[in-house]
């Protein structure tokens, strides 16, 4: 039989509503139902049809404003990997969880994103 988690910890788990994300993708379909889904499940959600608004977003917000970065790969112009390089070289955003999304089934695209952190 498990145990029970000390009192002192469940404070510190969080829920859906305390969870912000910010998803990107360039594909409305894609914001529609990854969307919803997500609030569906009680998480906060900010939604960017652009990898070029999402850096413009993650500038303008206050360090831990987002608990989770929910990018599409495969966009034009700025795309989830440049994303991923400009949180993880950015001292404040570091930390924060990226979570690759992508139809694309190549290699390198996994190979580098694994590489980007």
């Known amino acids: 039989m498990p145990s029970a988690m000390p009192a002192a910890h469940l404070e510190s788990v969080?829920?859906?509503?305390?969870v912000h994300v910010l998803l990107v993708d360039d594909e409305q379909l894609s914001r529609l139902v990854v969307?919803?889904?997500l609030r569906k499940c009680d998480y906060k959600v900010t939604v960017v049809e652009s990898g070029a608004?999402?850096?413009d977003v993650l500038q303008r917000s206050l360090p831990g404003t987002f608990q989770l970065i929910l990018?599409?790969?495969?966009?034009?112009?700025?795309?989830?990997l440049d994303i991923l390089r400009y949180?993880?070289?950015?001292?404040q955003l570091a930390?924060?969880?990226?979570?690759?999304?992508?139809?694309?089934?190549?290699?390198d695209a996994v190979f580098e994103a694994i590489?980007?952190?």
């Open 95 to 107: 930390d924060l969880p990226v979570i690759m999304m992508s139809a694309n089934e190549r290699k």
């Open 115 to 117: 590489r980007g952190g």
């Open 53 to 55: 608004q999402a850096l």
């Open 35 to 37: 969307g919803n889904l």
């Open 87 to 91: 949180v993880r070289s950015n001292t």
């Open 71 to 80: 990018t599409d790969v495969m966009m034009p112009d700025v795309n989830g």
């Open 14 to 18: 969080l829920h859906p509503q305390d």
